[in-house]
């Protein structure tokens, strides 16, 4: 196979995985083998690869690659999220653009249009994991709206309900006015705001004077609409005058009570407290304790509704005005209203956190609303301890405080979205002609099909059933949050809620690791892990490794919105995909943000760049059969097959510590150091030579160990290069090679070498010095310890005539020290003794001048006494190697006077 002068990802890229296609070498099926699981993240079916992506399924391609060549049978599923509120937001512009709005559509005619842009959008981001290798079982694509999936939720559904788990109830919620729809807590974020305190006057009802009022502090005066009390703590002698009274809410002059308890914090604002219990939690619960009246003032859309507006005692003019503006425009104008009506006391600047929904980045609007919820303690607590005892391990485990803080405190979820797209919630009222028994209503049943809701309406009420009663059933409008789909995610990509028994749950469940992002611990993490143990008994994964967040330059996070973001694909294209795998995860340890910067593309792209130009270079030499093997090859191979070892060692401690970034330093290091800098220049034959065949066979040996280690990383150039090695059947794949074996190494061998580097270096820093070329022979002598087993290595290395050892060393030579024994090279007529005498002056000034400040140091009492000992260790060792050197430098300067 002849490889190219020059690497080209383009082509290597599409060939090797479209071969990998062809060959099912990313489809597993239940075997005797050790299973190894990983379930994806699924994107938003409608979404396009961005930063956060590629880095998230890097990391879950490496192990599954890994996994796969130590022997078990991976399995990486893939699949895609329906994303209810970003789908439906996004097909309502569409529509909007088209002059269609959604609410002149049916539920069924706007589904057809949701459907058919699922279709058109859905598989872009699955294809653009393909570019990024990603070695996915595509056969095994799943998406939360299929049917074995849907099937699943609804199931689940109906389950919780029945165990009493799910209920429906009234209370104050999460309102997204753009999306129309509630969102749970955690799809809250909070930002902090500069915004202003408005001190209201609130006139007490029975007295007629203008100095008869309260003053009570709001950041939101738009909500005096829906005032139904005012509340003082019964503790607070500055208001115990009010007990029994009420007042009137400004501008609409609504008369409300002033109720008393202790919840008011008589050292907050005035302590006094506006109550609107439709639009606070906190003003809901009084509500319900002290049984007020509850005003919702706003329409879905966060504009102001007429609810509020009562003949008996509004000034009709002035609340008629704000009815069908939106809830800021009303802030402004009912500020200004107050100011004019003299009962706005002051303004003052007040900072205070907002919420907004992480959906539509709009602010939240408290709202009384009928939702659907589903109980989390007797979910929670095993979810808990399965983290708390590491059956399930966070990597890293610092997030283990953030986990056990949010499941101790936990609040029961808020599972119904008033939306269309989504899995529509299987409640089914019941509308009969015969009168409902005792009153009320027929109520409702919950199934997961009409047809078996019927049954349950007619076991509920036998009488549906007689001869012409016949009965209508209407399902609910709501669909669930779409988290309560992916919550059963490792559990519904086998198949195990509706076939709980099948062949792929029995052998692929429990997963094996997940790789997510922090930001939805709450979301998702949290919620798979209470569904696994409740459907299935058992922690649904055994480890989970959070990624942190692509950042820019400037730490900023990367987003559409801000620019910062580089398109993901045209990346790949400049840079090839394992460039920007390796640049991805250079500087990316787990649970901490990344500093993403193109460089580290360009670094990974130079990479592969070194190992295409190392490959060329042994496939290029001549082989002989007929040459001996030198020794200085026989003492490299025997040297790099032990740091090959070690290094396969560190990569097992490494990947079980799930320590990648660090894995992937290790790897590089040992081509572009220890194989391409070290090992290579040993065994290349000299100019136009041929190469012993032992040393080539061993170094094409090397070669494919590194090709097999750096896989999982780079997997198309590594393809590329291992296929080349030599002629490979067609099925063959290093993907399915097996990774190098852990080996016992000499470490002694390893410490010695490493000194043995340090003489080269030496040796190469005098011919720097010395402007003494390459190809001159030099002659080495040597002053103290030394092992003559590596000098054919030195003597090749340094291009040495002969190494000889010596008792005192040439006047005219250059020396170095390693450890405490003296290498020198005799320069004789090669050196100007009037320019070396003045630069070993000017050094030896410069070290007594050091030595003396680190003898200062040392001789400070104080400062030996309050340090670390660490650091005075390391100062004595300044002072001796300055000493040592100061040394040297004077016997140099005593041989070049002679």
Not at 117 to 138: F, M, R, V
Request: glycine letters at 6%; hydrophobic letters at 35%; charged letters at 30%.
């Amino acid at each position: 196979m002849e490889i190219a002068s020059k690497y080209n990802p383009a082509e290597v890229e599409d060939k090797w995985y479209k071969y990998w296609l062809e060959n099912k070498f990313f489809h597993s099926e239940p075997d005797s083998r050790e299973p190894y699981t990983i379930v994806i993240p699924p994107p938003n079916v409608t979404g396009v690869l961005h930063m956060g992506h590629m880095l998230n399924n890097t990391i879950q391609d490496i192990l599954v690659r890994r996994a796969r060549m130590m022997g078990k049978n991976a399995c990486w599923v893939p699949g895609t999220d329906h994303a209810s509120i970003a789908t439906e937001a996004k097909v309502v512009a569409k529509l909007a653009a088209e002059g269609i709005s959604k609410n002149d559509l049916s539920r069924e005619a706007f589904l057809e249009h949701a459907w058919e842009w699922t279709h058109k959008h859905g598989g872009i981001i699955l294809e653009q994991l393909k570019k990024l290798g990603a070695s996915c079982d595509w056969d095994r694509t799943c998406f939360t709206m299929d049917e074995k999936r849907s099937e699943s939720v609804l199931k689940v559904f109906v389950d919780l309900y029945n165990k009493g788990l799910i209920y429906r109830d009234t209370r104050i919620v999460h309102w997204d006015p753009k999306a129309k729809t509630t969102v749970s807590d955690e799809e809250v974020i909070y930002k902090e705001e500069h915004n202003k305190l408005y001190y209201l006057k609130y006139y007490i009802t029975e007295y007629k004077d203008e100095d008869s009022y309260i003053v009570i502090a709001t950041t939101r005066p738009e909500t005096i609409l829906g005032d139904t009390a005012v509340c003082v703590n019964p503790n607070d002698p500055r208001y115990t005058y009010l007990k029994g009274k009420q007042v009137f809410v400004p501008l609409i002059n609504r008369p409300v009570d002033i109720i008393m308890d202790d919840y008011v914090d008589m050292e907050f604002g005035t302590g006094c407290l506006k109550v609107t219990p439709a639009h606070d939690e906190n003003d809901y619960k009084l509500g319900q304790k002290y049984h007020l009246d509850i005003i919702d003032i706003f329409n879905d859309d966060g504009t102001v509704n007429d609810s509020y507006i009562n003949d008996d005692y509004h000034l009709l003019e002035v609340a008629k005005s704000y009815v069908g503006m939106d809830r800021f425009d009303v802030r402004k104008k009912i500020v200004k209203d107050l100011e004019e009506a003299g009962q706005l006391l002051k303004v003052e600047d007040y900072v205070n956190k907002v919420g907004y929904s992480e959906r539509t980045d709009v602010v939240i609007e408290p709202k009384f609303s009928m939702q659907w919820f589903l109980k989390m303690e007797h979910l929670a607590k095993p979810a808990l301890d399965a983290v708390e005892n590491d059956t399930i391990k966070f990597h890293p485990a610092k997030f283990k405080n953030m986990y056990r803080h949010w499941m101790e405190n936990i609040k029961d979820w808020n599972i119904s979205r008033q939306l269309w797209w989504g899995h529509r919630i299987p409640a089914y009222y019941i509308d009969a002609p015969l009168s409902p028994p005792e009153g009320g209503s027929w109520g409702f049943v919950v199934a997961e099909n009409e047809e078996k809701a019927r049954e349950l309406a007619i076991a509920k009420h036998p009488s549906l059933g007689g001869a012409g009663g016949g009965f209508d059933l209407r399902q609910d409008e709501d669909c669930l949050d779409t988290w309560f789909s992916s919550w059963l995610w490792p559990i519904s990509v086998f198949d195990g809620i509706n076939q709980p028994d099948n062949k792929d749950i029995q052998y692929y469940y429990p997963t094996n690791d997940l790789v997510t992002a922090p930001e939805i611990i709450f979301f998702w993490v949290a919620r798979m892990i209470m569904s696994g143990y409740e459907y299935r008994g058992e922690a649904c994964f055994h480890n989970v490794y959070f990624t942190g967040i692509v950042r820019d330059k400037q730490g900023r996070k990367m987003s559409k919105s801000l620019g910062n973001s580089p398109d993901p694909i045209e990346l790949m294209e400049k840079y090839g995909a394992d460039g920007v795998r390796m640049g991805m995860l250079l500087t990316s340890p787990a649970g901490n943000d990344l500093p993403f910067d193109e460089g580290l593309c360009e670094q990974g792209r130079n990479f592969n760049n070194k190992i295409w130009n190392a490959f060329r270079l042994v496939k290029g030499w001549e082989v002989s059969d007929s040459i001996e093997q030198p020794e200085s090859s026989k003492i490299a191979i025997e040297w790099f097959r032990n740091i090959l070892a070690k290094t396969v060692a560190e990569l097992d401690d490494l990947f079980g510590k799930y320590r990648l970034s660090e894995a992937l330093m290790s790897l590089y290091k040992l081509f572009w150091d220890e194989f391409s800098s070290w090992y290579l220049e040993m065994v290349k034959p000299a100019y136009q030579q041929p190469i012993d065949k032992k040393t080539y066979e061993a170094t094409l040996g090397f070669f494919d160990s590194l090709l097999r280690l750096l896989h999982p990383f780079m997997p198309f150039i590594t393809e590329e290069l291992w296929q080349a090695l030599k002629e490979r059947k067609e099925g063959e794949s290093i993907m399915v090679s097996d990774m190098p074996k852990e080996m016992t190494f000499d470490a002694g061998l390893i410490d010695t070498f490493e000194k043995i580097k340090d003489v080269i270096a030496g040796i190469r820093t005098v011919r720097l010095q010395k402007n003494i070329p390459n190809k001159e022979e030099l002659s080495l002598e040597v002053i103290g310890d030394y092992n003559a087993a590596f000098s054919s290595v030195i003597s090749k290395m340094g291009n040495l005539s002969s190494i000889d050892t010596v008792s005192e060393k040439d006047a005219t030579a250059a020396s170095f020290l390693v450890g405490t024994t003296e290498y020198s090279i005799p320069l004789g007529n090669n050196i100007d003794v009037e320019a070396e005498l003045k630069k070993l002056n000017d050094e030896l000034k410069y070290l007594e001048g050091f030595l003396k400040s680190v003898s200062a140091k040392l001789s400070n009492e104080k400062f030996v006494a309050n340090a670390k000992p660490e650091i005075v260790e390391n100062e004595r060792k300044k002072q001796a190697d300055a000493e040592s050197k100061i040394k040297t430098i004077q016997e140099s300067i005593a041989n070049l006077s002679k």
